[in-house]
């Protein structure tokens, strides 16, 4: 199955290059791809960085010949730049890349997504790190590495379709086993699972996948 190619792809000191993280998420897809039903799909990649995840999954699709619309959203300026270049560059014309802070998109839409994909900022580090608005916005999380993951989890109940699945990147500081509760304290029609586990240095990756029962 062809993905994105990093030669193809977009990034620079303002934008997230893709690493270890983000090719655990291409792989957590490609895995699940092969039971993806053939139907259209509506899918959504929060914090898109320099694209190279968005354009895996609709190569993916594609290729599965899954007829879909992909949104790729960042709250950075240069990242939503960098994910068009990337998308060109791959000749993948089914997505459309918004510039907005989820918090604010999710609040104001009613739409239901079929794939939801998100390499959140998980590092944990002192909370005033969430203030800062430059390249550290990608990997902020604050206490845990959990404040954004939990702002997140909060919309997963409104934004799930009924048969959506959801991608979310952790590492073990942000207590994988908690989010998981946590998202079905919050819907208790939700169920997730570990997906993919890597070691990469001092991270321990984990792609979490989370279906409706
Ligand atoms: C860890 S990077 C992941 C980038 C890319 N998806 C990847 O896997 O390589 C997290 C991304 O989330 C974006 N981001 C952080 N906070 C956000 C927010 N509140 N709303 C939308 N995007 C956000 C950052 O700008 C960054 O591009």
């Known amino acids: 199955m062809r993905t994105a190619s990093i030669s193809l ?5 303002e934008v997230y290059e893709p690493s270890d993280d983000t090719f655990l998420l291409v792989d957590a897809l490609l895995k699940a791809s092969s039971q993806w ?26 290729q599965l010949g899954l007829p879909h619309h992909l949104i790729a959203l960042d709250i950075s300026k240069d990242a939503v730049t960098a994910t068009r270049a990337t998308l060109k560059a791959h000749g993948v014309i089914s997505a459309d890349v918004v510039q907005d802070r989820f918090q604010d998109f999710l609040s104001r839409t009613e ?3 079929d ?3 998100f390499n959140p900022p998980y590092v944990p580090t002192p909370d005033e790190e969430l203030q800062r608005t430059d390249i550290a916005r990608s990997w902020a999380g604050g206490w845990k590495g959990r404040i954004v993951i939990d702002q997140f989890l909060s919309y997963v ?6 048969e959506g699945q959801l991608f979310l990147v952790v590492v073990s500081e942000n207590d994988p086993p908690g989010i998981l509760k946590a998202l079905e ?3 208790s029609s ?7 586990t890597r070691r990469a240095d001092e991270e321990l990756l984990s792609v979490l996948h989370i279906q409706r029962r």
């Not at 792809?9 to 000191?13: I, P």
């Not at 259209?40 to 354009?55: H, K, N, T």
């Not at 939700?190 to 993919?196: K, R």
């Open 190 to 196: 939700l169920s997730g699972q570990v997906l993919m």
């Open 157 to 162: 109940p409104k934004i799930l379709a009924q």
């Open 115 to 117: 794939i939801v994909v």
């Open 37 to 62: 039903p053939k139907r259209p799909y509506l899918c959504i990649e929060i914090g898109c960085g320099s694209g190279f995840a968005s354009c895996a999954l609709a190569l993916i699709l594609c």
């Open 185 to 187: 304290e919050l819907d």
């Open 111 to 113: 739409q239901q997504y």
């Open 9 to 13: 792809t977009t990034y620079n000191r």
